[in-house]
């Protein structure tokens, strides 16, 4: 489906106005894409219909190159949500199956009018549809949420708690921030690899809305789960740490050393993820409605900074003279609402991914 054909003045990312004087388009796809997949047929139909139509087709799951063309020209166009399939032809761009098949041809049809009245004056580019099957366009906002209710999540806080609580009467402030550092510079980079890697076979399969239906039901399913759990007052709650791994946490916090403290900061990620992974999974499965691997780097790595926050502050009180037996009686008094709201997010968020796709 590939065209060699040149794209002039489409692709520079110099963020000047855009002149194009030619039936030109630029289309990217995904190679395994369903949604691409649908207007495949779209396209090949239009060109045999418009033989004046130059596409050039650019592959981006496999072509760094395509895929910094493909943040260039989103950005060049002003789209803050970008999406694969998508097209670019004249002063439109259309993101989405949806808005390829059903509004290509109309702007085939407005560019020809416009290169037929010789306006080849500096033309200012529009976005123009929806992400794919019309999914939420996710936003940093829609981040930054999740992401601080995950970050109190008291998985994570209560393991480098314990960590803390030994070191706290001890150990000098360096030491103390030493340790705790390791810890939280395991689970980011636990949890951003995680995400990277769930992300990017998503993306490279293909099977994007699949796995979004799946996240969205999952989220859905543990909010359900955990808020039951808060209702029933179970001091002991579903999505935890299981047992079998509690010992193996515990003996790495009574080594008390860098080395310990980061493989202590895996494992707790790992052991964890039951506890911590409902709401990351839904960021996941949010972001492949819509947004590339490079487009959603950003996103995760806003989501895992603000997801270890907590743990960097609990670490510096500590630090600076502040008991972590306060900290974990904070967290223990607040047990049940920090679950509650937690609950609530999974299933709001579930609902949100269910809405973009069936909506």
């Known amino acids: 489906m590939s065209d060699p054909s040149p794209s002039g003045n489409l692709s520079s990312a110099t963020g000047s106005p855009i002149v194009v004087s030619t039936l030109k388009a630029v289309y990217f796809y995904g190679e395994g894409c369903e949604h691409c997949e649908k207007v495949k047929p779209v396209i090949a139909s239009l060109r045999q219909k418009y033989p004046d139509l130059q596409v050039e087709a650019l592959e981006v799951y496999h072509n760094a190159t395509n895929q910094q063309r493909f943040v260039d020209m989103n950005r060049q166009y002003n789209i803050s949500s970008s999406g694969i399939p998508e097209i670019f032809i004249g002063t439109r761009a259309l993101v989405g199956d949806v808005a390829i098949s059903g509004q290509f041809e109309a702007a085939i049809l407005a560019e020809k009018a416009r290169i037929a009245s010789c306006n080849t004056t500096e033309i200012t580019p529009v976005p123009d549809g929806e992400c794919a099957t019309g999914a939420i366009s996710l936003t940093p906002q829609m981040v930054i949420l999740p992401a601080l209710v995950d970050s109190i999540n008291p998985c994570a806080l209560s393991v480098l708690i314990f960590l803390l609580i030994p070191l706290a009467a001890a150990a000098n402030r360096r030491r103390i921030l030493s340790i705790g550092g390791a810890y939280i510079a395991a689970v980011f980079l636990f949890h951003l690899l995680v995400g990277v890697g769930i992300f990017s076979v998503v993306s490279l399969s293909g099977f994007s809305k699949i796995f979004s239906l799946i996240g969205g039901s999952l989220a859905i399913i543990f909010g359900i789960i955990t808020l039951s759990d808060v209702i029933r007052k179970r001091e002991t709650f579903f999505l935890s740490v299981p047992k079998s ?43 492949s409605q819509s947004l590339t691997v490079a487009a959603g780097l950003p996103y995760l ?29 904070w967290r223990t008094e607040h047990k049940l609402a920090l679950r509650l709201v937690i609950g609530l997010i999974m299933i709001a968020l579930g609902l949100v991914i269910f809405l973009g796709w069936f909506g």
């Open 301 to 329: 790595l806003l989501y895992n900074v603000i997801f270890i926050l907590p743990l960097v502050l609990v670490t510096l009180l500590v630090a600076y003279g502040i008991s972590p037996e306060k900290a974990d009686t």
């Open 245 to 287: 791994g509690k010992g193996l946490l515990s003996h790495y916090s009574r080594i008390a050393s860098v080395p310990a403290a980061f493989i202590l900061g895996i494992l707790a990620g790992l052991l964890g993820f039951s506890c911590t992974g409902g709401i990351y999974i839904s960021i996941l499965a949010l972001m």
